[in-house]
């Protein structure tokens, strides 16, 4: 496997847990509103909230650097391809 092939597959594993994350979230935010503020469950549901949202705080920078890592390695096979032609 390429690393650029690499590069993108984990991006794609990642894209996907910022997407089941965000959802995750959208549930407990709706569970909670319906809620009375002075629910217990409402306390426990934000500190969930909050630990998703650190986990999906590390997976953005994740995939920011997956990002810039798959355009590198284009690039990078880009101009092997590139110079294979002229010799």
Do not use: C, F, W
Request: glycine share 2%; aromatic share 2%.
């Amino acid at each position: 496997m390429t690393r650029e092939r690499a590069a993108e597959d984990d991006l794609k594993s990642t894209s996907g847990s910022i997407r089941s994350d965000a959802s995750e979230i959208y549930a407990l935010e709706a569970e909670k509103a319906d809620l009375d503020p002075r629910d217990p469950r409402v306390s426990r549901i934000s500190q969930r909230v909050v630990e998703i949202s650190e986990r999906l705080e590390r997976a953005t920078l994740v995939e920011q650097d997956l990002t810039e890592e798959v355009r590198a390695a284009h690039d990078a096979e880009r101009i092997r391809r590139s110079g294979h032609r002229q010799n």
